[in-house]
T-cell receptor, first 110, second 112 residues
Framework: GQSLEQPSEVTAVEGAIVQINCTYQTSGFYGLSWYQQHDGGAPTFLSYNGLDGLEETGRFSSFLSRSDSYGYLLLQELQMKDSASYFC???????????FGKGTRLHILP | DAGVTQSPTHLIKTRGQQVTLRCSPKSGHDTVSWYQQALGQGPQFIFQYYEEEERQRGNFPDRFSGHQFPNYSSELNVNALLLGDSALYLCASSLEGGDEQYFGPGTRLTVT
């Protein structure tokens, strides 16, 4: 089976840096994706790691290490608008099914 | 360029009834996936459609069925509604084999 584990909540201060971890148990997958979802809104795609290493997109970076079954999303220069839930997701190679983690609620303090 | 659209935005049904939700994918996308999201949870994969066929299916009963039309739009049908079917139903479109999904605003279904 496949499962993704994320912390349920993370709190950080405006302007700071925060890392949201995602550990997984899966028999094989194509890559690790990250999505942001504001309250009442739809998930929006943030980043994708098909290979190990760091991918950077503006203030957001994402990292994947297949050998450690681990990935993370790094948010820099936090803004109040970054308060949202963040989900990691994978698409399994064996069954092509898409699995989402339960999400990490990010709280940002002024 | 229109993104993913879904209708209706909200729906209230009674237990035992049937419901049909609709989705139009982002222009240029040929694959549509449906998700159920309960409050405070991550999206749960229901199924995915490509070339008018169901390709993959999550752990949902046969009460959940779908369809994809030649223009790539899709419908999700749920029969014999249960109270536990109350959730946000999300449609996402992508290119075939792609991992970047574009989500619609969702349909909030309430079963009473």
């Amino acid at each position: 089976g496949q499962s993704l584990e994320q912390p349920s909540e993370v709190t950080a201060v405006e302007g700071a840096i925060v890392q949201i971890n995602c550990t997984y148990q899966t028999s094989g997958f194509y890559g690790l994706s990250w999505y942001q979802q504001h309250d009442g809104g739809a998930p929006t795609f943030l980043s994708y790691n098909g290979l190990d290493g760091l991918e950077e997109t503006g203030r957001f970076s994402s990292f994947l290490s297949r050998s450690d079954s681990y990935g993370y999303l790094l948010l820099q220069e936090l803004q109040m608008k970054d308060s949202a839930s963040y989900f990691c997701a994978v698409r399994g190679k064996r069954d092509d099914k898409i699995i989402f983690g339960k999400g990490t609620r990010l709280h940002i303090l002024p | 360029d229109a993104g993913v659209t879904q209708s209706p935005t909200h729906l209230i049904k009674t237990r035992g009834q049937q419901v049909t939700l609709r989705c139009s994918p982002k222009s240029g996308h040929d694959t549509v996936s449906w998700y159920q999201q309960a409050l405070g949870q991550g999206p749960q994969f229901i199924f995915q459609y490509y070339e008018e066929e169901e390709r993959q299916r999550g752990n949902f009963p046969d009460r959940f069925s779908g369809h994809q039309f030649p223009n790539y739009s899709s419908e999700l049908n749920v029969n014999a509604l249960l109270l536990g079917d109350s959730a946000l139903y999300l449609c996402a479109s992508s290119l075939e084999g792609g991992d970047e999904q574009y989500f619609g605003p969702g349909t909030r279904l309430t079963v009473t």
